[in-house]
């Protein structure tokens, strides 16, 4: 593994010009470039879902009307859901970082088919204009909710078949970015990297490929038969035409439940690859981390109906649901005790990756746990469509993944771009981003406990104090997001030089220059021991000093 | 990884062996469409394409001539479908 030394002599990837100007990026068949693309398009569309939350708290520091109409919340509850989930989370940290690092850290060139992944990037490119471009038309835009449950998807008269169709080309870069995934972890390690020997990303990102693959045809049919409904008004989910509304759900769910998993799955990669190399020491349980991801992704197929415990489907049912549910919180438990007992003892360096990670820890914790009192069915039923579940899905989803990728950001930042951020600016921001998340959120939990509902415009005026708290919380969020990005944003320009191994991480993209070369190996490595293997870096620091 | 690809060739006469079936197959669910099975209907055709299915799978996408990780693959597709079947009976049998 020692041939990263001559690989610096190539040119790097940033450097290399195949072609002119933007072509050198949007016809570029380098997985690290297509990562980069992803990059900007999904940050992009992460601070228009920022805008949307923004001015919906905003909306609701009071009761009735503050800056906007009803209709105009309903739309933007909806934008906010569909661009957050279809096109942030969900392609989120595989199309970025999966990308760039998954062939480095298993030792290829590239991934199995590099056209195929371009494509998945145009056709994620091609699904959010078809959701923007419904915007403008006429009809309005989308209020559904990003759910888009029957029978009122069928009857509003809003612009529903524009996004729906957005969704499903999404679907595709999705299970195309799955099936790529899928063959280039299984044809193309390098000498030596036998599935065990695989860092702990590269296996979350092949459970989270496998969902991609077999779960994400189901809600690509499901938004066929809605169109169909719509078009042609065949009688399939809505009951005024002899459909069945609960069939809606449990295809829709049937997808979107796993699709959690693909949100949640590769940031807890991502956290087994950072705690390590901040803590010095190889991961406690190696091997049970690897099998809980594919527990996660196996168990997550089976737990869809807890969504659905107050829509009328049968007792049997949801007795049933409930229990699977709870083994989810097994392998996610797993994970989680095999982190901290990493630390335990490890030499903890506290930089600003691993502060993000404890962030992590800390609030997906609070979002898991109280996804059990949404998985019991009694607890379910008086907090269901409250702010309760809004706040448990925003502490796994944002304080999961979303902090995640920004860890993942911070982490791989000098890989990427060879550029060192101010990192006393990134640890800064990580209080503001803190205080501000925890304001917005906890009190939601609070809220919903009190009865306020989910997705609605106006309140009761004994719940403006908590509104006024969340609503604080956002601009304190948004703040601490801004002086994040704005640092990194900068560093980008103004940035010191990256070294090829700034944190002393022991994986293969640490042993490559920063910026990798277009290639990534001069030659391809030949590995001979597991992936957080400290002891041979430790000696070689020994034997130079 | 760099294990050659093993070439498998399977004679015309399989082939239209293989596509006559289907089409005697198609045949079969095109007649008893028209019998009243009452609520095996539903189940019979079933049966029928996923023979039809096996057929293709099996020969026309050679999977019966591949490596197991294939078959593995096949499985795992397969369990799940199977599983989401079954978990979604639990509500239209018991509502």
């Given amino acids: 593994m020692a041939n990263g030394t001559l690989a610096a002599t190539l040119e790097n990837y940033l450097e290399y010009k195949s072609k002119k100007g933007i072509f050198a990026w949007i016809l570029s068949t380098d997985h690290k470039r297509i990562g980069i693309l992803y990059l900007v398009a999904m940050v992009t569309f992460f601070w228009v879902g920022v805008t949307l939350g923004f001015l919906m708290k905003l909306e609701m520091l009071t009761p009735g009307k503050t800056i906007v109409d009803a209709q105009t919340y309903n739309t933007f509850f909806t934008l906010h859901g569909v661009i957050m989930i279809f096109l942030f989370i969900i392609p989120g940290i595989p199309a970025v970082f999966g990308n760039f690092f998954l062939p480095i850290q298993i030792g290829a060139r590239d991934v199995a088919f590099p056209r195929l992944n371009l494509l998945s990037w145009y056709l994620y490119i091609i699904g959010g204009l078809f959701a923007i471009i419904s915007l403008f038309l006429q009809g309005g835009p989308i209020d559904t909710g990003w759910t888009f449950y029957v029978p009122y998807s069928i009857r509003t008269t809003t612009n529903v078949i524009l996004p729906l169709l957005g969704a499903f080309i999404l679907g595709f870069s999705s299970i195309l970015t799955g099936l790529n995934f899928i063959t280039t972890v299984h044809r193309l390690r390098a000498p030596g990297m036998t599935f065990f020997r695989m860092p702990l990303f590269v296996w979350a990102l092949y459970a989270t490929a496998w969902i991609q693959v077999v779960a994400t045809p189901v809600v690509g049919i499901t938004i066929v038969l809605v169109i169909i409904e719509r078009l042609l008004h065949v009688g399939i989910f809505d009951p005024a035409l002899g459909g069945d509304p609960l069939l809606f759900q449990h295809l829709f769910w049937i997808y979107s439940h796993p699709a959690v998993y693909i949100m949640i799955l590769p940031a807890m990669g991502v956290v087994s690859e950072i705690i390590p190399t901040f803590a010095k020491r190889t991961i406690f349980g190696y091997k049970v981390i690897a099998f809980s991801s594919l527990a996660i992704a196996l168990i997550g197929y089976f737990v869809w109906a807890h969504h659905m415990f107050t829509s009328g489907m049968s007792d049997t049912s949801r007795m049933v649901f409930s229990l699977l549910t709870f083994l989810v919180a097994v392998p996610s438990g797993v994970k989680v005790f095999n982190w901290v007992a990493t630390l335990y003892k490890g030499s903890i360096e506290l930089r600003a990756p691993l502060i993000y990670v404890m962030m992590f820890i800390f609030l997906f914790s609070i979002g898991g746990l109280t996804g059990l009192v949404l998985g019991s069915l009694a607890t379910d039923i008086h907090v269901t469509d409250t702010y309760f579940v809004v706040a448990h899905f925003h502490y796994v989803m944002f304080g999961g993944t979303a902090v995640i990728l920004f860890a993942a950001l911070h982490y791989w930042f000098p890989k990427m771009f060879g550029k060192m951020y101010n990192e006393k600016l990134a640890i800064w921001a990580t209080p503001l981003i803190f205080i501000g998340f925890n304001m917005l959120y906890f009190t939601m939990f609070i809220l919903g406990y009190l009865g306020m509902p989910r997705r609605y415009w106006s309140y009761l005026p004994e719940y403006q104090t908590l509104h006024i708290i969340s609503t604080v919380g956002s601009w304190i969020l948004v703040a601490g997001l801004m002086l994040m990005f704005g640092n990194l944003i900068y560093s980008l320009f103004k940035g010191k030089p990256a070294e090829a191994n700034p944190w002393g991480g022991v994986t293969l993209e640490w042993q490559v220059p920063s910026p990798p070369p277009v290639e990534n190996f001069e030659e391809i490595p030949v590995v001979n021991h597991g992936p957080y293997d400290f002891s041979t870096i430790n000696e070689n620091k020994d034997g130079k000093s | ?95």
């Avoid at chain 2, 057929?55 to 369990?79: C, E, G, Q, R, W």
């Fill in chain 2, 1 to 95: 990884m760099e294990k050659e690809h093993k070439e498998h060739f399977i004679p015309y006469g399989t082939y239209i062996l293989v596509w006559l079936s289907l089409i005697s197959l198609t045949v079969l669910t095109v007649t008893i469409a028209g019998i009243d099975f009452g609520r095996f209907s539903l189940f019979i055709a079933l049966l029928i394409a996923a023979v039809k299915s096996t057929f293709v799978i099996n020969y026309f996408m050679h999977i019966k001539f591949d490596d197991l990780i294939f078959k593995v693959f096949l499985l795992v597709a397969l369990v799940t479908l199977a599983s989401i079947f079954i978990l979604t009976s639990t509500d239209i049998f018991f509502r």
